[in-house]
């Protein structure tokens, strides 16, 4: 073969496969030679092998000109080189310091234009606008005032050469230690004030003197991102353009310190009745604590059942050390100043305490908290004022709670000859209209000017005794029991009312004590009742059969009965336990009130409200129309509920309520150790609570204290004191009005003896003696209930035997084999005489009660 016809030799990557490769070129490209074939050079000479396939497809990638995918055509530049035509691989995403140069001065430019645009947009704070309260008018039920609070003295504005440098440098220390060299604003603290909202959580406020003068300016203003870029705006310009002691002397005349008191002159005045100029350090330190939160530090107390006047002390006096600590730490103040300081300040008696004396401090307080409630309204944007509140408190009711409370009162106490036992007695009462549920009267104490601020009325830690058997009754009746198969249980069914009867769980197992024997619920007295009907046990107010029952029905049952009624929940005792049956928990006078009517009015449920109408600046507000009706409990179950409550006060432990002379239903209600007592009541037309207790309102934990002795009888039970404040109340408060009287309630429920279930029947005849402890077992055939006629007579020495058979309850709360509560006897155990209450035996808004 010739050899201009010979094949050249192929590389073994090169051939058809090199060939379909440089076909696939675009036109005007330089085909990619095959991997291993030598590329011309411009020069005719020879280069160095190509670097094959991966070169191949980065020379396509580039393009005409070397340059990347997508990039600008030859003589066209973009106006951001990003990114960057020029670079290969990660490179092309490294931005030229350039690009970073530009949007760096970019940026600032427009943060710049921005900051100066927002600064002249917003003005600076003025401290006359701020600091200007208006009054709260408060009106009767009737349109007529009651009192007007705040406003007056919360108008003076003083320089800063008035406010005392001690002030000064207790605010600065304990608020803001930078302030005199800081430009305003932490920008810190507004990161975490931003991430915080972005998070859905709660605004957080500026934590530099000049941003919390600046939030004084916004009390009215909705807490938003919006507000708070405003603030921001606002503390800058202020920074710029005004002197520090411009600004200090601004907020400390805006602040809110307390006592309606908003400034710190109208504080000085307030709390120490003198100018701020005449203010001594400890003062200084004092109102410096203030700051932080009046409502929980000013000992006065405040609103929330954390606010109390012990709680709210005790805050005060750590803030008072910690602020004058922290002057000594940076270096305002020295150290042996500070030794002179060591005793909490003492306060004059509040302006407000003097003008809201009586029971006006607590229904003002009542109305204060119920519309803060209902608007979501601060402490301090109340007291700005300029709110006419109309209440639905009934003077003349008011005026008659007070007289019956006072003359009861003062008849059966004499502090003077008995001080051991006669002091600290404290008495609380609440009244609601049936059909509405508002509030007419009620009585919280002696009165603010007597330096008492706790509402009565709205107690919290005061057990309820028997009063919360009606709700284990209403449940037997709303759900049944586990022993009638879910069927409603009859007032008429009967359980075993023995003294020391060994109560037994849902399972039929007795319940133990701390020592491991079985428990025996322990009555007020020993007597052998038998098996009782459930209406004669509530009579009586027996303990036992209630103790067994709401292990029968369900403790959740009962809790969902009497949450129904208006009975808050974190005002009920958490345990499953007999005792919870006799009244451990601690519902307010208010609440029990309000619960009550519930039975008066069928069933039907109204929350207490005490505003009926608020005006601010004129306007009147939305969301002040009365709470509407809900259905708690079938009609029938209510109405049987008052028939037993009705035998109550006709036959058993409440008929000193007989003196009404009209259709009444009530419960009395007695706890462990005598420690409080109480008669809750009701016609169709009110329902009324009563409660007696005794505690040292000066005393740190204010605890509960026995009541034997007081009033120089052994013990005071529901049917005697409370019971007789109740009806002398009543008949005032209904003078003149027509007698109305219960619906007939109509038969309810199953006979428990007679489906032989749930009546547990001993083993063996009981023992008269206390010790006896029946057995728990369930029979068809209990043995029955003993007539009054069937006991036998008294003898000389037999303290506890009544030939009446009235027995008693109480609440309860301590475990073993006496169960702890003793109860309330009958009417007929009180001794004689013509001294009024001398027995012989026997948070409203939210989780206040």
Known sequence: MSEHRRKPPQSPSGGRAAARRAAQQRPGREATPARGVPTASPSGGYGQPS???????????????????????????????????????????????????????????????????????????????????QNNVFYWADGEQMAATGGSTN????????????????????????????????????????????????????????????KNTFLDSEQ????????????????????????????????????????IQAAARAYFGKDCKDLNPSESAFLAAMLKGPNLYNPDGGIGTAATPEANTKRAQDRWAWVLDREV???????????????????????????????TGYLVETAKQYVMKTKNITPEQMALGGYRIYTTFQKPKVDAMVKAVEDIRNDFLDEKKRPEYDTFVQFGAASVDVKTGGIVALYGGPGWDKKYFSNNANTIGVPVGSTWKPYVL???????????????????????????????????????????????????????????????AMEKSINTPFAQLVFDVGHD????????????????????????????STPSAIRMADSYATFAASGTHREPFSVTKVLKDGQELTGFEPPKAQKAMDNAVADNITKVLENV?????????????????????????????????????????????RTDPNSQDKKLMSMNNVGGVDSIHGG??????????????????????????EEIGVVADALGAPSPTPSAAPSPSASASPSPSMSPSPSPSPSKGDHKPCKPWDLYCDPTTTGGTTTGGTTGTTGGPSGEPSPSQSSGGSKPGRPGGSTIWGSQG
């Open 51 to 133: 670097a094959g396939r991966a070169e191949a497809r980065r020379a396509a990638q580039r393009g005409p000109g070397g340059r990347g995918r997508g990039a600008a055509a030859p003589g066209k530049k973009r106006l951001i080189n990003y990114p960057r035509a020029d670079k290969d691989g990660w490179q092309r995403f490294v931005p030229s310091w350039k690009l970073v140069g530009g949007t760096t001065l970019g940026f600032f430019a427009l943060l710049t234009a921005g900051t100066g645009i927002g600064l002249a947009m917003v003005g600076t704070p003025d401290p006359n606008l701020a600091a200007k309260a």
């Open 155 to 214: 108008r003076q504005i003083v320089p800063i050469d008035q406010i005392p440098k001690s002030m000064r440098n207790a605010v600065i220390a304990a608020e803001n230690e930078s302030f005199e060299t800081d430009k305003g604003v932490d920008p810190m603290g507004i990161a975490r004030a931003v991430v915080n909202m972005a998070k859905g959580g709660s605004t957080q406020g500026g934590s530099t003197i000049t941003q919390q003068y600046v």
């Open 224 to 263: 938003t991102l919006k507000r708070k870029v405003t603030e921001l705006f606002i503390s800058i310009k202020l920074g710029i353009t005004e002197e520090k002691n411009t600004i200090l002397a601004g907020y400390l005349n805006t602040a809110y310190y307390g006592r309606d008191a908003y400034g």
């Open 329 to 359: 730490e940076v270096g305002r103040m020295t150290a042996a100043e500070r030794a002179q300081y060591k005793d909490f300040p003492q306060r004059i008696d509040s302006e407000q305490a003097r003008n809201l004396g009586g029971q």
């Open 474 to 536: 209403a449940a037997a009746m709303e759900y049944g029991t586990q022993n009638s198969k879910g069927e409603p249980l009859s007032p008429k069914s009967k359980y075993n009312g023995n003294d020391l009867t060994v109560i037994t769980d849902r399972s039929g197992t007795p319940l133990r004590d701390s020592s491991g024997k079985p428990f025996k619920q322990k009555n007020e007295s020993p007597t052998q009742y038998g098996y009782v009907t459930l209406n004669e």
């Open 557 to 584: 049952k009962v809790r969902k009965v009497a949450e129904s009624t208006g009975i808050l929940k974190d005002s009920m005792d958490p345990g499953n336990n007999a005792s919870f049956a006799l009244g451990t």
């Open 649 to 693: 006060v006709q036959n058993g432990t409440g008929t000193k309520a007989k003196k009404l002379g009209r259709p009444a239903a009530g419960k009395t209600g007695t706890t462990d150790q005598n420690k409080s007592a109480w008669f809750v009541g009701y016609t169709p037309e009110l329902s009324t609570a009563v409660t007696l207790f």
């Open 720 to 745: 005697d004191i409370p019971a007789e404040i109740w009806t002398e109340y009543m008949k005032a408060a209904l003078q003149g009005q027509p007698v109305k009287r219960f619906p007939v309630a």
